[in-house]
């Protein structure tokens, strides 16, 4: 029940694609990440997963559009949709949903292991 | 599955400590809402409800501390716990739980009914 700023703890975070979790309420953690380039094509068959852009920009791939998002846009990947997000600059954001995926099988790309 | 961007979501909102809902995921709304002045206090014994700041502002007076929130600051009242917003000058703010609060059970005050 602390209060956690986004902003300075996406700034804080180490390595890229990997979620901190900052909270949890109604069965969501609430987690932020930066990212830096592309994430591998996957999809979440248990969890809706959404973004809300921080700073910089992410484009969410999907398989018939892109979806480019700038800082303040929310946007849920409905669960089972394939998507990749791409950064092209360096991003910050929030992240929602029931579990971390900042994993392989989310998408994280090896060279951030 | 469309984007929203929460910053231009809550300066078009007409109404004080009133609602808009941009989208839902896991069982969750996420909600933009702008405030000014006090909120009765209330409890929501069903679920959590977290506040994260978009401009401005906004005090949760809860029964023993106040948080004060600023720009980016992200903080949950769990379930039950009594609460208090209060915004000094007007705030925007995004809120994510399972329904909308923002009626008299809520502590809408009655100004803005």
Not at 5 to 25: C, S, T
Not at 90 to 99: Q, R, S, Y
């Amino acid at each position: 029940m602390d209060k956690h700023n986004v902003f300075r703890e996406a700034e804080e975070l180490q390595e890229y694609w990997n979620q901190r979790i900052l909270g949890r309420a109604n069965g969501n953690l609430f987690k932020v990440a930066k990212g830096i380039g592309e994430v591998d094509w996957h999809a979440h068959d248990d969890q809706d997963e959404t973004f809300l852009l921080l700073n910089g920009e992410l484009t969410v791939r999907l398989r018939d559009r892109d979806v480019v998002l700038e800082p303040g846009d929310l946007f849920t990947v409905p669960a089972g949709v394939e998507h990749a997000p791409v950064a092209p600059t360096e991003a910050h954001f929030l992240i929602v949903g029931p579990a971390v995926t900042s994993n392989a099988a989310g998408g994280k790309p090896a060279w951030s292991h």
